[in-house]
């Protein structure tokens, strides 16, 4: 098992590895609209915090080697559902290749963002 650690995305709130790789797979932790620059939630929108989650993950996968078109599973948080379709459409243009996906609405998410995805991706080839 391999801990994977950025400073490109925000370190983690509490005691948990950004990403862990094992058996060839990498596991996110959830990532939310934290800019790793400021260490500060900048983003207001569901678009805005759904583009700085993506960018977040972004940097967790590279660092692990891999990429969103390796990505296999996705769970995302949604605090309103009514945000869904706003969600989606930034979630579509990093996902093309279409992996399987959990969308669900919770009562609160941490540091009350609207937006938390996680991904399970392959790693290597």
């Known amino acids: 098992m391999k801990k994977i650690h950025t400073d490109n995305a925000p370190k983690a709130v509490g005691p948990y590895s950004q990403a862990v790789i094992s058996g060839g797979m990498l596991y996110?932790?959830?990532q939310i609209a934290i800019n790793p620059v400021t260490d500060a939630i900048e983003a207001v929108t569901i678009e805005?915090?759904?583009e700085q989650v993506m960018q977040n993950l972004k940097a967790v996968l590279?660092?692990?080697g891999t990429s969103f078109d390796k990505a296999v599973k996705t769970t995302c948080f949604l605090a309103d559902m009514n945000?869904?379709?706003?969600f989606n459409g930034i979630y579509a243009k990093y996902f093309t290749s279409l992996p399987a996906r959990s969308c669900v609405a919770v009562k609160t998410l941490p540091k009350n963002v609207l937006v938390?995805?996680?991904?399970i991706a392959e790693v290597g080839e």
């Open 28 to 30: 996110t932790s959830g």
């Open 48 to 50: 805005e915090q759904t």
């Open 62 to 64: 590279e660092e692990a």
């Open 83 to 86: 945000d869904f379709g706003a």
């Open 116 to 119: 938390e995805v996680e991904v």
